[in-house]
């Protein structure tokens, strides 16, 4: 069974810096991408970072890019995000996202974190 278990984030004030660790454990089959998504109070869940294994490429939301860094340690099975210079607007749920092809399957299923809280103080 897949388990995202995340750690990190926190209060910080405006510039800070955090980081957050998603380490997976179950991964029985091809994990596709590794990534984060935030949800910030009334708004939609949203993307911001992942990395595909596929075509080893990253990819940021528009409004992370040049601040928040995405790495991977395979050897742990954990993805990390690094961020800085962060701003109030970063204020959110951030959530771990993976998806996985399961051996014997044919497509991808996500995965979730149980979410950690970012709060970027003014």
């Known amino acids: 069974q897949v388990h995202l278990a995340q750690s990190g984030g926190g209060l910080v004030q405006t510039g800070g810096s955090l980081r957050l660790s998603c380490a997976a454990s179950g991964l029985t089959g091809y994990v596709v991408t590794m990534g984060w998504f935030r949800q910030a109070p009334g708004k939609e869940r949203e993307f911001v970072a992942d990395t595909n294994r596929f075509i080893g490429g990253t990819n940021y939301a528009d409004s992370v890019k040049g601040r928040f860094t995405i790495s991977v340690d395979n050897t742990k099975n954990t993805v990390y995000l690094q961020m800085s210079s962060l701003k109030p607007e970063d204020t959110a749920d951030y959530y771990c996202?993976?998806?996985?092809?399961?051996?014997?399957?044919?497509?991808?299923?996500?995965?979730w974190g149980q979410g950690t809280q970012v709060t970027v103080s003014s």
């Open positions: 996202h993976i998806v996985l092809i399961p051996r014997g399957a044919i497509r991808g299923y996500d995965y």
